[in-house]
C-alpha cells in the first residue's frame, strides 16, 4: 500500500502558494485604464516615445490639426486594444495551465479506456497508476466549467465572440461572421455543451474505478466484463465530446478560423502529455521503492507510445499547417502568420520540443529502457505541448502583449502543485496492483 510522503506534500504545498502568488501578482500588476497602460508603455519606449510626442506638438495648419486629431482617436483606440490585452493575460495563463493539466487527466482516462477496450495484456499493472491520474478530473472539471462560466458572464473577455455588441446587428461593432455562428457559439448553449462533456467524462471515471476497485474485492470477473462495456462505450462517447471541446474550449478563441484537423490535433497533444506522465508517476513510484512488478518492458512500451504519438501529432500539426499555407486563403492562412510573426519563438521551439527531441531521444530502442532518459524526454514534452497550448490561446486573447512572466509561471506552479496532490493522495487510497485484473498474471511477467 502505497503512502504518501510528507516531503511530496509540502512539495505539492509549495508549489501552490508560490503558484497562487505569482497568479494573483499578475492581476494586481495589469493595467485597470488607458492611462496606466500609456504609463506602462511610456517608461517602455522612453526618450523614444518622448520624441515622437514632441515631434507631433510641433505640427501645425488645419488640416495638420485634423490629422492630428484623428490620430489621436486611432491612438485612443489603439490603448483601449492593448487595455484588454493585457487585463487578458492573466486569465488566458490561468486558463491555459488549467486546461494543460486538465488534459494530461481527460488523456489518461481515455488511455485507460483503450487498454479495457482493448483487452490489453501488458498494462494492467499500470491501472492503478492510470486511475490516480483521473483522480484529478473531478477538479480540473470543476476548474474549467467556473472559468467558462466567468467568461459566460463577462468576469473576463478572453473569448472574443461572447462580447453581445458583435451579434447586434445595429452596433459598430456587428460581425457577421460570428452573428452566422451565433446559434452554436452562445453562452446559453456553450455551457450545456460544456456540462455534457464534463458529466459524461466523470461518470465513466467514478464508474470505471468503482468496477475496478470491486473486482478486487470479489474477484467476480463480472465487474470486469461491465468495465470492457463501459468503456467501448465511453470511448465513442470520448472522441465526438473531445472534438467539440476542442472547437468550444481552444478554436473558438479564433471565431473567424476553422481546421478540420483541430479535434484531433488537439487529441494527440494530449494523448502524448497523458502517457508522458503515466511514464513520470510510474517511474516515481518505482524510485520509492513500489511498483515493483513494473519492468523495463512496461517503460519501454510508455516511451514507444510518447514516440508514437509525438509522431502522430507532428503529421496532423504538418497536415493542418501545410494545406492552409499552400491553399494561402486569407480567412484561414491569417491564423498561422500571426503566430509566425508575432510569436516566433514558441512557435518554432514548440516544433522542436515536440518533434525534433523525441525523433532525436527515443528513436533508439535501449534509449527507451532507461528512466532517467524517459524522464529527460518526458519534461521536454511536456514543455513542448504546454507552449503548444499557450500558442493556441494567447495570439487570440493577448495578441502582442504576451509574456511568460509571473502569471503563466505562477498557474503553472499552482496547477501543477494541486495536480501532484491529488493523484498522489488519490494512489494512496488503494492497493498500486489491480490483483484480479484477468490480465494481471500476463502483465506481471511482460517481456520481450
Do not use: C
Given at each position: 500500500m502505497y503512502t504518501l510522503p510528507n516531503k511530496l506534500k509540502l512539495f505539492a504545498i509549495i508549489f501552490m502558494v508560490v503558484g497562487a502568488l505569482g497568479v494573483i501578482a499578475g492581476f494586481i500588476t495589469a493595467p485597470s485604464s488607458t492611462e496606466d497602460v500609456k504609463e506602462m508603455m511610456a517608461d517602455h519606449h522612453g526618450d523614444d516615445h518622448g520624441a515622437a510626442t514632441e515631434a507631433h506638438a510641433t505640427v501645425a495648419g488645419e488640416h495638420a490639426t485634423e490629422a492630428h486629431a484623428e490620430e489621436a482617436h486611432d491612438s485612443d483606440a489603439h490603448y483601449e486594444h492593448v487595455l484588454h490585452q493585457m487585463q487578458n493575460r492573466p486569465w488566458s495563463a490561468v486558463y491555459i495551465a488549467a486546461f494543460f493539466v486538465f488534459m494530461i487527466s481527460l488523456g489518461t482516462l481515455a488511455f485507460y479506456a483503450i487498454q479495457y477496450a482493448a483487452q490489453a495484456g501488458w498494462s494492467p499493472v499500470l491501472f492503478r497508476v492510470m486511475e490516480g491520474i483521473t483522480a484529478y478530473l473531478p477538479i480540473g472539471s470543476i476548474v474549467m466549467f467556473v472559468l467558462l462560466l466567468l467568461s459566460v458572464f463577462h468576469v473576463n473577455h478572453i473569448f472574443h465572440w461572447m462580447d453581445p455588441e458583435l451579434v447586434d446587428p445595429d452596433s459598430e461593432h456587428f460581425d457577421s461572421i460570428i452573428a452566422g455562428k451565433s446559434g452554436y457559439l452562445n453562452g446559453p448553449f456553450f455551457l450545456i455543451r460544456a456540462a455534457i462533456y464534463l458529466i459524461g467524462w466523470n461518470l465513466y471515471r467514478h464508474f470505471s474505478r468503482k468496477y475496478s476497485l470491486k473486482l478486487d474485492e470479489t474477484n467476480d470477473t463480472s465487474w470486469f466484463k461491465k468495465n470492457f462495456k463501459l468503456a467501448a462505450g465511453f470511448l465513442v462517447f470520448f472522441i465526438v465530446t473531445e472534438s467539440m471541446m476542442s472547437w468550444d474550449w481552444i478554436m473558438s478563441f479564433d471565431p473567424h478560423w476553422f481546421s478540420t484537423l483541430f479535434g484531433w490535433y488537439v487529441f494527440a497533444g494530449m494523448m502524448v502529455s497523458a502517457i508522458t506522465v503515466i511514464a513520470l508517476v510510474t517511474i516515481v513510484l518505482k524510485g520509492q521503492g513500489y511498483l515493483e512488478f513494473v519492468n523495463d518492458s512496461h517503460i519501454h512500451d510508455l516511451a514507444k507510445f510518447m514516440f508514437g504519438f509525438s509522431?502522430?501529432?507532428?503529421?496532423?500539426?504538418?497536415?493542418?499547417?501545410?494545406?492552409?499555407?499552400?491553399?494561402?486563403?486569407?480567412?484561414?492562412?491569417?491564423?498561422?502568420?500571426?503566430?509566425?510573426?508575432?510569436?516566433?519563438?514558441?512557435?518554432?521551439?514548440?516544433?522542436?520540443?515536440?518533434?525534433?527531441?523525441?525523433?532525436?531521444?527515443?528513436?533508439?530502442?535501449?534509449?527507451?529502457?532507461?528512466?532517467?532518459?524517459?524522464?529527460?524526454?518526458?519534461?521536454?514534452?511536456?514543455?513542448?505541448?504546454?507552449?503548444?497550448?499557450?500558442?493556441?490561446?494567447?495570439?487570440?486573447?493577448?495578441?502582442?502583449?504576451?509574456?511568460?512572466?509571473?502569471?503563466?509561471?505562477?498557474?503553472?506552479?499552482?496547477?501543477?502543485?494541486?495536480?501532484?496532490?491529488?493523484?498522489?493522495?488519490?494512489?494512496?487510497?488503494?492497493?498500486?496492483?489491480?490483483?484480479?485484473?484477468?490480465?494481471?498474471?500476463?502483465?506481471?511477467?511482460?517481456?520481450?
Open positions: 509522431v502522430f501529432w507532428t503529421y496532423l500539426w504538418f497536415s493542418q499547417f501545410m494545406l492552409i499555407w499552400y491553399a494561402n486563403i486569407p480567412e484561414e492562412v491569417t491564423y498561422f502568420v500571426t503566430r509566425i510573426e508575432d510569436y516566433k519563438v514558441p512557435f518554432f521551439g514548440m516544433l522542436v520540443l515536440n518533434f525534433v527531441f523525441p525523433i532525436l531521444l527515443l528513436m533508439n530502442s535501449d534509449y527507451k529502457r532507461v528512466n532517467w532518459f524517459v524522464v529527460m524526454t518526458g519534461i521536454v514534452i511536456l514543455a513542448g505541448h504546454y507552449i503548444d497550448v499557450f500558442n493556441m490561446v494567447m495570439p487570440a486573447t493577448v495578441g502582442t502583449s504576451w509574456f511568460i512572466g509571473l502569471p503563466e509561471i505562477g498557474a503553472l506552479l499552482f496547477f501543477g502543485g494541486l495536480f501532484i496532490w491529488v493523484v498522489f493522495a488519490a494512489l494512496a487510497k488503494a492497493p498500486l496492483l489491480a490483483k484480479h485484473n484477468p490480465f494481471i498474471k500476463e502483465s506481471k511477467h511482460f517481456h520481450y
